[in-house]
């Protein structure tokens, strides 16, 4: 009994460092899945237009570019773009 409850103890430790990890986390990052960027840490967001978004981090701009696209704020310094996504270039 004693090992089965060390042994849970250990995972949700596991999953607790997992997420405060991730809340600490402050690398700059870009994630494209299913035709959405998931953009992490950026600085500011420049520019917003159906075929263009334009973002900084530290002096360098990301340009996401593409048809009907759409900002959508997910958490502090993390946005979620959707839409027609035709190019992300740095």
């Known amino acids: 009994m004693f090992f089965f409850s060390l042994y849970v103890i250990k ?3 596991s999953i607790l460092n997992k997420l405060i990890n991730y809340i600490k986390d ?3 990052k870009i994630t494209y899945i299913n035709n959405s960027v998931n953009v992490v840490n950026y600085d500011k967001i420049l520019e917003v237009k159906d075929d263009l978004i ?3 981090k530290e ?3 990301l340009f996401i570019k593409g048809e ?3 900002l959508n704020k997910l958490l ?3 946005i979620l773009i959707t839409g027609l ?3 992300i270039s740095l």
């Open 54 to 56: 334009t973002l900084e």
């Open 76 to 78: 502090d310094k993390e």
């Open 85 to 87: 996504i035709l190019e």
């Open 11 to 13: 995972f949700i430790m």
């Open 26 to 28: 402050e690398n700059f």
């Open 68 to 70: 009907n696209l759409k």
């Open 59 to 61: 002096n360098k701009l």
